[in-house]
């Protein structure tokens, strides 16, 4: 479930995730929600005041036992998420980013994320400024020799540098090929250094 903050500007901030936390009970139809995360969909950082005012509704709900887990979405700055976890009762658990190189593929924020236990989501894998990669002649090799698909070589290197790709299609037939691919192809080594340098060389140590 996705929380965005705010909703209205007639309701309070807190008034705005009970109604977003209701809602999403209602169409999911369940009592409880596995994750919801807290999406910043401003051009600038939403202002952290009005986050901690989010978060600490959410950690009741995660201490009534009906939300597990608790994330953060479009946030790029290392003082904001270093922030949100001293000061969070419920750490954050799930950093979801654009994976795209206005941001620098957040190469510099990844061990952050890997010290703060975050589970780094990517979207924009595809469609976004790495997605142009499955045309070039190294990932295509790569593909060939695994079998797989250009597209499946660079999912493969976000799950390689610790990420987990957000794969957009609505068809079941392509989750099930993506799934079974992804089990076929490991990229480390000579191969995880070469597609890093078609993307971002800074992806990776050599």
């Not at 600490?56 to 995660?62: I, N, P, Q, S, T």
């Not at 976890?85 to 952050?112: C, S, V």
Request: with cysteine.
């Amino acid at each position: 479930s996705d929380t965005e903050c705010p909703l209205s500007s007639l309701l309070s901030i807190e008034d705005q995730v009970h109604i977003s936390i209701k809602s999403s009970l209602h169409n999911l139809q369940t009592n409880y929600l596995d994750a919801v995360l807290v999406h910043n969909f401003r051009a600038d950082l939403q202002p952290y005041e009005e986050t901690i005012r989010v978060w600490r509704v959410l950690e009741d709900y995660v201490d009534r036992g009906i939300i597990r887990h608790l994330g953060i979405v479009s946030v790029h700055s290392a003082d904001y998420i270093k922030q949100l976890h001293e000061e969070a009762r419920i750490k954050p658990t799930i950093i979801q980013n654009r994976f795209h190189g206005n941001r620098g593929y957040d190469a510099e924020l990844r061990p952050l994320f890997r010290e703060l236990g975050m589970a780094n989501q990517m979207f924009w894998v595809l469609t976004g400024s790495a997605g142009a990669r499955v045309r070039h002649e190294v990932v295509k090799k790569i593909a060939e020799q695994h079998k797989v698909s250009p597209q499946n070589v660079i999912y493969a290197f976000t799950r390689a540098i610790g990420g987990s790709p957000l794969i957009g299609t609505k068809s079941l037939d392509h989750m099930l090929e993506d799934v079974e691919a992804l089990s076929k192809i490991t990229l480390e080594g000579e191969d995880l250094v070469a597609v890093a340098e078609t993307i971002n060389k800074n992806l990776v140590v050599s």
